[in-house]
Nanobody
Framework: QVQLVESGGGLVQAGGSLRLSCAASGLTFAHYAMAWFRQAPGKEREFVAGISWMTGTTTDYADSVKGRFAISRDNAKNAVYLQMYTLKLEDTAVYYC????????????????WGQGTQVTVSS
């Protein structure tokens, strides 16, 4: 029973910061690449950030968040994080954590497991 549980979402003012966490269980965490996706109202789910398996030496970011968001992992805690800085109104979305046994995958079809999502709302 693999579970990915996101936390840390909430309401934040534009320009502010927020850190999302994803706690994994039921899998050999270090063997999975991890990623964050998001889905805003009326839009398709989109890739946000990814980190490679094991020590996470490779990271990948959507152009819209480069320089503002940082993904990291702590294998000892079976957790992946998304530190978000300088949040914008357009960052408002439900954020999902995903795990992949096939490396860094930007597509929603290539990931093995998904969390239930956590809401991030950026206000003016």
């Amino acid at each position: 029973q693999v579970q990915l549980v996101e936390s840390g979402g909430g309401l934040v003012q534009a320009g502010g910061s927020l850190r999302l966490s994803c706690a994994a269980s039921g899998l050999t965490f270090a063997h999975y690449a991890m990623a964050w996706f998001r889905q805003a109202p009326g839009k398709e789910r989109e890739f946000v950030a990814g980190i490679s398996w094991m020590t996470g030496t490779t990271t990948d970011y959507a152009d819209s968040v480069k320089g503002r968001f940082a993904i990291s992992r702590d294998n000892a805690k079976n957790a992946v994080y998304l530190q978000m800085y300088t949040l914008k109104l357009e960052d408002t979305a439900v954020y999902y954590c995903a795990a992949s046994s096939g490396g860094l995958i930007r597509s929603t079809y290539g990931n093995d497991y998904w969390g239930q999502g956590t809401q991030v709302t950026v206000s003016s």
